[in-house]
């Protein structure tokens, strides 16, 4: 369904986003941590990822975003994130203009 907010033409996948949330919120569940700290795991996992910026609105959320990096995601934990989030992705494509099609991607 196209969200009414949307000025392209285009279905949105608020489903599948929801349902991938809830599958990250999931593994979160299970192994202990915070969608934020998977998050940045994650990110410094990806070798496509040259750096992340990363905010903290007091020094114990600092504190808590360096505790995330200090002990990497497995690759196994990995392959699973990718699995879970790999649909979504290719459903979106690969522009990453949420208020554009792909024919007038302000991205590139």
């Given amino acids: ?3 009414a907010a ?14 991938t949330l ?3 919120r999931a593994v979160c569940r299970e192994n202990g941590r915070t969608l934020s700290e998977l998050a940045l795991k994650w ?3 990806n070798r496509d990822v040259a750096c ?3 905010g903290s609105r007091s020094p114990s959320k600092l504190e808590a975003n360096v505790r995330a990096v200090e002990h990497p995601l497995s690759a196994e934990m990995v392959r ?4 879970i989030t790999d649909p ?7 522009s990453f203009d949420y208020y ?4 007038n991607d302000r991205t590139r």
């Fill in 80 to 83: 699973r994130l990718n699995a």
């Fill in 22 to 24: 809830a599958a990250l």
């Fill in 52 to 54: 992340s910026l990363v």
């Fill in 1 to 3: 369904m196209k969200s």
């Fill in 100 to 103: 554009e099609g792909p024919d």
């Fill in 43 to 45: 990110a410094v996992a």
């Fill in 6 to 19: 949307a000025r392209h033409a285009l279905c949105g996948e608020e489903q599948a986003t929801r349902q």
């Fill in 88 to 94: 979504l992705k290719e459903r979106l494509g690969r």
